[in-house]
Nanobody, 122 residues
Framework: VQLQASGGGLVQAGDSLRLSCAAS????????MGWFRQAPGKEREFVAA???????TYADSVKGRFTISRDNAKNTLYLQMNSLKPEDTAVYYC?????????????????WGQGTQVTVSS
């Protein structure tokens, strides 16, 4: 499975962005998919995940502002980010896990995209 993340950019606080993650190589409709982020000098952290059935979970820091979704027909994962804050600045990675259960630790995911930079100015 190859994952290609896109949609990052430089925005102001309060703006919105939508990240996309296109999967190729095989269908990921049965995979759990997730978004993670890594800020400079910090460890990679969980942002959101969605199961094959659409069940989702979010980090407390983004709950109510970010929405994860997937389009299995397009083999694509999305992350709608609203009300962005400077502390959301990071490289965002999409990941896939060949398992039914949603998981939050990065080491539970088998496949990773290359990352897309999100920078939020104050």
């Amino acid at each position: 499975v190859q994952l290609q993340a896109s949609g990052g950019g430089l925005v102001q606080a309060g703006d919105s962005l939508r990240l996309s993650c296109a999967a190729s190589g095989r269908t990921v409709s049965s995979y759990t998919m997730g978004w993670f982020r890594q800020a400079p000098g910090k460890e990679r952290e969980f942002v959101a995940a969605i199961s094959w059935s659409g069940a989702n979970t979010y980090a407390d820091s983004v709950k109510g502002r970010f929405t994860i979704s997937r389009d299995n027909a397009k083999n694509t994962l999305y992350l709608q980010m609203n009300s962005l804050k400077p502390e959301d600045t990071a490289v965002y990675y999409c990941a896939a896990r060949n398992a039914i259960a949603v998981a939050t630790p990065p080491d539970r995911y088998n496949y990773w995209g290359q990352g897309t930079q999100v920078t939020v100015s104050s």
